[in-house]
């Protein structure tokens, strides 16, 4: 099963997209996506509104938040909206401990050759090695990281590859879309079909899922850590 993990959507409250969660989920559903994950900025679907806005889909939805930490830009699954303090990872982690959630690093390498980071801010001061790299705090309070981001270049993904190797965590695929370019550009391939958001945290919790590349090129490759 097939889903990208890593949307965004104007509705959904993410002001840097212009996408309609209608848009997403068509062009979604064309390029051959089973599912999609609408990370969104800020607060999030409310339940019941995503609720009214999904249930015509024939494609699994997920709700979900990236949330803006001291550490950078995580993943957040299992939330029902934004909580005041998450902001900080230590209060994060502790929030989605309490509802069987999950976190995953986002784009965490991205401008890492060529300017300062989210992650390294002194960029006199960042590592020069994936084994370097990898002690990084953020790394340890994540249940995985994203190492296909439709919004880096290949070096910065291939870097993400190389410190979830060296971690021994799972890795995830994603376009980061905000328009319809590039939906489905990667995505992760979970091994078992899902059908709510429940079997979904289920699979994660898992580790069934590894990040793929190339779906719309019809050439499907797995980039396993």
Known sequence: MLIDMHAHTVEGGSTDSSLLLRELVE??????????CLTEHGGGWDEKRFEEMTQEYDILIIRAL????ELGHVGTFGLDGYISGIHKI???RHAVDQVGGFLIAHHPFRGFFDRANLLWTDK??????PQE???HLLFQMVDAIEALNGGNNDRENTFALEV??????PCTGASDCHSLNGI??????FERDLSSEEE????????????????RKDTLVPCKP
């Open 124 to 129: 006199d001061s960042r590592p020069t090695t």
């Open 184 to 189: 489905g550009c990667h995505a992760t391939f």
């Open 90 to 92: 230590e209060e994060l």
């Open 66 to 69: 990236e949330v803006d930490t």
């Open 164 to 169: 979830a190797r060296e971690l021994g965590l």
């Open 200 to 215: 979904f945290l289920k699979e994660l919790r898992a580790g069934r899922f590894y990040p793929v590349t190339g779906l």
């Open 133 to 135: 790299a990898a002690q």
């Open 27 to 36: 062009e979604a559903k064309r390029v051959g996506l089973d599912g999609i």
